[in-house]
Structures are given as C-alpha cells and as structure tokens.
C-alpha cells in the first residue's frame, strides 16, 4: 500500500512538472499540535501533543499568479498526550493512563490555492497514510500500582492505515520564495477501527491538528 501512495504521489508530482512549464518546487516543515476530535470516550483524558511536519511542495499555476494548485507530500507526527487524570472502566475499573502516543503518517494533501497579494487562502482534500506508532504509555490501577507499560510498542494493530481527510490554512508569502502560514487537518474517518483499542476510548475518535508551517520555494 505504502509503495502504491508514493508511486502515486511521484507520478502526480512527475505529471504536473512536465505538463507546467511554471511549476515551482519547494519544501516546508514545522510544527503540530495534535489533539483528538470526534466522540472520545472520557476526553479530559486526552491533551494537546506537540511535534513536527516537514516533506516536499509543489506548485503550478491555473490562473496566472492568482489560482493555484498544490500538491504535497509530508512526514507528519500526530497524536495525543495522557493527562493522567483518573478513570472508570468498562468493568467498573479504576486506571490512570500517563505518557503519550504518536501516530506517524505520510500526508498527500491536494490543495487549491488562492493568491491576495501577500496574503494566500489554500484548501483541498487529504490522504494519508499511517507508517507507525510510537506508544509511550504506562497504565496504573486505583492504587497507583503499575499494571502495563507499552514503552517502545510500535504495532499498528487496531489502526486503519489510510485516513481521509482535508486541510485549510492562511499564511503570508514573500516575493523571495519563503512563507509562513497555519493550516488546520482534520479527518472525515476515524482512525481507530478495533472497539477494543485504548479500552475503547478512541472507537469513534479522529485526529485533529493544527499546523504552523515554514515553506520555501525554489525556481520562478
């Protein structure tokens, strides 16, 4: 499947470069901060996660310096903190959760994008593949004994690997190829598809992130 999304990516990013003469290539990278949306069982459980975004832009014009589209292709690291606030189970169980989960995926936005002088509008829709888990969690009973540890669990089990999505961001651009923008991601399908996961707090849950993003472009 991974080599299938990036085969499709490649081909996408081949078509438009040969097909636009004015086509400007770039790359961007920044920050994330990551949370959950969606029905979340227990959702004061969750907290905001911060990591980072980076990969590879490209740009060609649809009218003159006006209308653009804008295919990406970026590593980005969402996810969730655990608040290590106290819970009840399902089996009338009492749990604290502590540490954090990130979900690293490879995100294929495909973004119309609107030029206003300095000032640009950009929006479209997103796939995005999950490559894999970093779970650094630790889970203790009521008496605050340890009873699990998945430091270092990396398993995909439980997970959909693809997730559609959109994205839509505003930002600044300079004459000399470098903008500063923030974008939102959210997702149209959940991510967890085993009821099971995370004791079922995350059956119905999506990831939710917003970007704050440094692109630089080369060429015209």
């Known amino acids: 499947?991974?080599?299938?999304?990036?085969f499709?990516?490649?081909?996408?990013?081949?078509?438009?470069?040969?097909?636009?003469?004015?086509?400007?290539?770039?790359?961007?990278?920044g920050a994330n901060l990551s949370t959950l949306s969606g029905d979340v069982n227990d959702e004061n459980m969750f907290e905001n996660k911060v990591s980072f975004h980076g990969g590879l832009?490209?740009?060609?014009?649809?009218?003159?310096?006006?209308?653009?589209?804008?295919?990406?292709?970026?590593?980005?690291?969402?996810?969730?903190?655990?608040?290590g606030q106290?819970?009840?189970?399902?089996?009338?169980?009492?749990?604290?959760?502590e540490g954090n989960v990130s979900y690293n995926y490879l995100?294929?936005?495909?973004?119309?994008?609107?030029?206003?002088?300095?000032?640009y509008f950009e929006m479209g829709p997103q796939l995005s593949y999950l490559l894999n888990v970093n779970n650094e969690t630790k889970l203790y009973d009521g008496n605050d004994n340890l009873i699990a540890s998945t430091e270092s669990e990396k398993s995909k089990d439980g997970l959909s690997?693809?997730?559609v999505g959109y994205a839509a961001g505003i930002g600044f651009a300079a004459n000399n190829g470098i903008s500063l923008g923030v974008r939102y991601n959210g997702a149209f399908t959940d991510f967890v598809k085993d009821a099971e996961y995370m004791e079922g707090d995350l059956s119905n849950a999506?990831?939710?992130?917003?970007?704050?993003?440094?692109?630089?472009?080369?060429g015209n």
């Open 57 to 83: 832009t490209l740009n060609f014009p649809l009218v003159e310096d006006f209308v653009s589209l804008q295919p990406e292709l970026l590593y980005s690291r969402k996810g969730f903190k655990s608040s």
């Open 8 to 29: 499709a990516a490649a081909l996408m990013f081949g078509t438009f470069s040969a097909a636009q003469a004015q086509a400007t290539f770039g790359v961007r990278g």
């Open 107 to 119: 995100d294929l936005p495909v973004l119309a994008k609107i030029n206003a002088g300095p000032l």
């Open 86 to 97: 106290e819970y009840t189970n399902l089996l009338l169980q009492k749990r604290r959760r």
């Open 206 to 218: 999506r990831h939710s992130v917003f970007m704050l993003t440094l692109g630089v472009r080369f």
């Open 161 to 163: 690997q693809f997730e």
């Open 1 to 6: 499947m991974i080599k299938k999304l990036l």
